[in-house]
């Protein structure tokens, strides 16, 4: 299907963007990648008057340290964070995730803060920001807030951003390689579909004392595709955070903290098994990880 009517706008500065966010409003998309925009514009989704792009703006892309966390600008393209030594080193969640997005020509264009403002439930991002605790940075003409990942996605493709507003960075807090460990598993129909269920993982190394062996302790199962926003698994994570191997009642747990809704591949008791079968891969995962150590 071809595009609806829209007038292009190519933004030459962030102050430009804001300007025309702020007379625009819900009126203008932002393009970025464009992978999932235009898509939607070709689909009728959605057909706004005016797509500004950002594109031009290199102030907005790229990944620096700055003190205990990682800075990664919203046009920061999907390759470069999986190319990234410093997020390799820094978030290896992070590192390990990225394959699992699409396929390399998404990964070429699709943006960092494009799949966030995006807040696909079954997309990657959101999962891994919200396990991670990341920070997002909203601007707008009146000036800047933060917003924790925690409290970015309030549902179904619905976001904490205001419409004047553009997501510029996500701050994500380095990891400790020596007490951080962290696993990510999904289950798709094909390799870079979108997930049918996904779970990461974090946990720290708890040391023994005097001669015991170090063990899992601080668990926690953020969930993707199984609901309107990431979930955490709050009474699983909390069990297994107290024994670890206590891994056949974190499953059942699930029950208590997962209500997914079915859609075309799969229902929602599938989707449930699923997540245990997931949890069982992360925990064996975390393991060997500890094992390693
Ligand atoms: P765009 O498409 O340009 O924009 C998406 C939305 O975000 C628009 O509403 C736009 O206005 C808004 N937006 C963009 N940037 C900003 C910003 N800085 N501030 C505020 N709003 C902004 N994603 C996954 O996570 N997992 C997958 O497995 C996956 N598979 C895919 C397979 C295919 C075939 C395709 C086409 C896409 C897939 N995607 C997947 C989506 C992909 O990751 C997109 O890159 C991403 O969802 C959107 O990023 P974008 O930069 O292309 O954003």
Redesign the pocket.
């Known amino acids: 299907m071809k595009f609806p009517n829209f007038e292009y706008v190519k933004a030459t500065s962030l102050d430009h963007l804001l300007d025309l966010l702020e007379a625009h409003g819900d009126d203008a998309?932002?393009?970025?990648?464009?992978?999932?925009?235009?898509?939607s514009l070709s689909l009728r989704l959605s057909s706004p008057d005016k797509l500004l792009d950002?594109n031009g703006l290199t102030e907005?892309s790229g990944i620096e340290r700055q003190g205990k966390s990682l800075e990664i600008n919203?046009?920061t393209r999907?390759v470069e964070v999986l190319n990234s030594p410093l997020v390799a080193e820094h978030i290896p969640l992070l590192s390990k995730t990225m394959p699992?997005?699409?396929?390399a020509a998404?990964r070429n264009?699709?943006?960092i803060?494009?799949?966030l403002?995006?807040a696909?439930p079954?997309?990657?991002?959101p999962a891994i920001t919200t396990a991670l605790d990341a920070t997002f940075t909203l601007q707008s003409k009146a000036g800047s807030r933060t917003v924790k990942a925690r409290e970015f996605f309030l549902g179904l493709f619905e976001t904490a951003?205001q419409e004047n507003?553009?997501?510029?960075k996500v701050s994500i807090p380095v990891q400790n390689p020596k007490t951080d460990l962290s696993s990510f598993a999904e289950i798709?129909r094909r390799k870079?579909?979108?997930?049918i269920a996904g779970l990461a993982a974090t946990a720290r190394i708890k040391k023994g004392l005097l001669n015991r062996t170090p063990r899992l302790t601080d668990i926690s199962l953020t969930y993707f595709g199984v609901g309107e926003a990431p979930v955490i698994a709050r009474k699983a994570s909390e069990l297994l955070s107290q024994d670890p191997s206590r891994i056949d009642a974190g499953v059942a747990a699930l029950n208590d903290d997962l209500e997914p809704s079915g859609n075309l591949e799969a229902t929602p008791e599938i989707k449930l098994h699923l997540c245990g079968v997931l949890l069982r891969r992360a925990l064996a995962d975390l393991n060997a990880q500890l094992a390693a150590t």
């Open positions: 998309r932002i393009l970025a990648g464009g992978q999932s925009l235009l898509a950002i907005l919203a046009l999907h699992y997005i699409a396929h998404v264009r699709g943006t803060g494009g799949s403002s995006l696909d079954s997309a990657e991002l951003r507003e553009v997501l510029t798709s870079g579909d979108f997930a």
